[in-house]
């Protein structure tokens, strides 16, 4: 047992006053990863600052037409909130293909964004690994990596982002909104998470002594044409081995916009904006999803166990473009697209 300090901060000002004067300490929330990682001797906080009193629970309409979702909104109360179930399905389908029903309950929106990786080599403090022991090495790239990244990979981590509803908000262009003693800043969301590199420990741009207040969603939900398929070795409370967001504006039978992101294949999730720009215009057509498919993937690299990944996710976004494009979302097959 490691011994660490307890605070509960009072507001947003006094939370950032607690991090900023200890750089040991770090928020508690749902507490559904953070807990998990301290029981595995992964991370030894010298003090956990409670957050879950804090008034981040709401979710309100912002004047650009937007959703402003707080960063202690429970992922539950998120994904059957009136205005995600009409307005951004994706959202909610991708909320609800994560965990199970009881750690949805806990489990709040800024948490899910500070998850850490599933790479059994982190969570094994046996072994070498250069996100929790920087310099240590990655056991992960000759080794066991069937759960591991194929696109953004460097020579020192090939993790994945575990979250399933980070792909959506990568999806949806979400923006999430922090505090800090410098103030509060608005991060794009595909600049929140980052690429390993040659830091595999730093999973994101958040400053020390930020505290995530908010997720902004922009109007534009695509709930017409939208889809989250899950790939995973099971149906239910298993992470994605492929995971694919899509949102799609149609005219007739002509994509107008395209978006695609992907979850379990990289470090952050994964989008391709020049692919998504050659689909613009195309027709709606399995040739063109095809066509997508291969732009997103043409530089992904399997390491051995993982090398199925690749045509798993080829086939993944083709069959997710087709659900998307006809609007039904969950369905098994794609006749209907020529
Ligand atoms: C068995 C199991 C299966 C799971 N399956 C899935 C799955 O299939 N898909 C999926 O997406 N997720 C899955 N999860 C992960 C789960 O969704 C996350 O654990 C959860 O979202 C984390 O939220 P939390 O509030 O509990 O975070 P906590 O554990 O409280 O915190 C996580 C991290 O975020 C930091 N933090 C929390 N809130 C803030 C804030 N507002 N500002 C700054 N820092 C903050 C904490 O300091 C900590 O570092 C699974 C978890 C478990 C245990
Ligand atoms: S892939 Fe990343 S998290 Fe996994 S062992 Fe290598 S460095 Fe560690």
């Known amino acids: 047992m490691n011994n660490f300090a307890y605070t509960r901060a009072t507001d947003v000002a006094d939370a950032v006053r607690a991090i900023a004067a200890d750089p040991g300490a770090r928020f508690v929330a749902g507490g559904t990863n953070l807990i998990d990682l301290m029981k595995e001797d992964v991370v030894r906080p010298s003090r956990l600052i409670d957050i879950t009193r804090l008034p981040l629970d709401k979710i309100e309409d912002t004047a650009a037409g937007g959703l402003r979702i707080g960063a202690l909104?429970?992922?539950?109360?998120?994904?059957?909130?009136?205005?995600?179930?009409?307005?951004?399905?994706?959202?909610?389908?991708?909320?609800?293909?994560?965990?199970?029903?009881?750690?949805?309950n806990m489990a709040t929106t800024g948490g899910n964004l500070l998850?850490?990786?599933?790479?059994?080599?982190?969570?094994?403090?046996?072994?070498?690994?250069?996100?929790?022991?920087?310099g240590s090495g990655c056991p992960a790239i000759a080794g066991i990596n069937r759960m591991h990244a194929i696109l953004g990979t460097s020579e020192q981590c090939i993790a994945v982002h575990p979250s399933d509803m980070c792909v959506a908000l990568a999806a949806l262009d979400a923006?999430?909104?922090?505090?800090?003693?410098?103030?509060?800043?608005?991060?794009?969301?595909?600049?929140?998470?980052?690429?390993?590199?040659?830091?595999?420990?730093?999973?994101?741009?958040?400053?020390?002594?930020?505290?995530?207040?908010?997720?902004?969603?922009?109007?534009?939900?695509?709930?017409?044409?939208?889809?989250?398929?899950?790939?995973?070795?099971?149906?239910?409370?298993?992470?994605?081995?492929?995971?694919?967001?899509?949102g799609l504006e149609i005219e007739g039978e002509t994509i107008k916009q395209a978006r695609l992101a992907l979850g379990g294949v990289a470090h952050k999730p994964w989008r391709d904006r020049d692919a998504e720009a050659q689909l613009a215009g195309a027709p709606a057509t399995r040739a063109s999803f095809a066509r997508m498919a291969d732009a997103v993937l043409r530089d992904a690299r399997g390491y051995g166990h993982n090398d199925f990944k690749i045509d798993l996710a080829r086939r993944g976004i083709v069959r997710a473009l087709a659900q998307a494009a006809r609007g039904t979302p969950q369905s098994q097959s794609d006749k209907r697209i020529k």
């Open 73 to 104: 909104v429970r992922n539950s109360d998120l994904a059957y909130h009136p205005q995600i179930e009409t307005r951004y399905p994706l959202l909610g389908s991708a909320i609800l293909a994560g965990a199970s029903a009881q750690l949805r």
């Open 175 to 246: 923006r999430v909104l922090a505090t800090g003693r410098g103030g509060e800043r608005s991060i794009a969301f595909a600049d929140f998470h980052r690429l390993p590199g040659g830091r595999p420990e730093i999973d994101t741009t958040l400053r020390a002594d930020e505290i995530i207040t908010a997720i902004e969603l922009p109007a534009q939900g695509f709930g017409k044409n939208y889809t989250y398929l899950k790939i995973r070795d099971r149906l239910s409370y298993a992470f994605a081995l492929v995971s694919i967001a899509v």
């Open 115 to 134: 998850q850490r990786t599933r790479c059994f080599y982190f969570y094994d403090t046996a072994t070498p690994c250069n996100k929790r022991a920087p």
